[in-house]
Nanobody
Framework: QVQLVESGGGLVQNGGSLRLSCQAS????????LAWYRQAPGKQREFIGS???????NYSDSVKGRFTISRDNAKETVYLQMNSLKPEDTAVYYC???????????WGQGTQVTVSS
């Protein structure tokens, strides 16, 4: 059974930092592509960034330079380091994974991030 479990969300002040984690199980983690998305109230789910098995990363323009994705294959965990947070970063953050970018079929349950102004 495949599971992706996010953690690390919470309330942070404008300009603060948070690190989200996504613990995976039931997959061959080291060969998977992992990604982070977010969804704010009343908005569509938005791609934040991804990391390949070879550790190549890709980010949306809205977070580039502020957010960093990394992975620890030994711990089967992918991280999202978020710096210089803004109120518009408030959303539920989701972990997503798959064997390739075209087959990102697994989702976590999400973790809430709230940035106060």
């Amino acid at each position: 059974q495949v599971q992706l479990v996010e953690s690390g969300g919470g309330l942070v002040q404008n300009g603060g930092s948070l690190r989200l984690s996504c613990q995976a199980s039931g997959i061959s983690f080291s060969i998977y592509v992992l990604a982070w998305y977010r969804q704010a109230p009343g908005k569509q789910r938005e791609f934040i960034g991804s990391i390949t098995a070879g550790r190549s990363t890709n980010y949306s323009d809205s977070v580039k330079g502020r957010f960093t994705i990394s992975r620890d294959n030994a711990k089967e965990t992918v991280y999202l380091q978020m710096n210089s947070l803004k109120p518009e970063d408030t959303a539920v953050y989701y972990c997503n994974g798959g064997r390739s970018i075209a087959t990102m079929r697994y989702w976590g349950q999400g973790t809430q991030v709230t940035v106060s102004s």
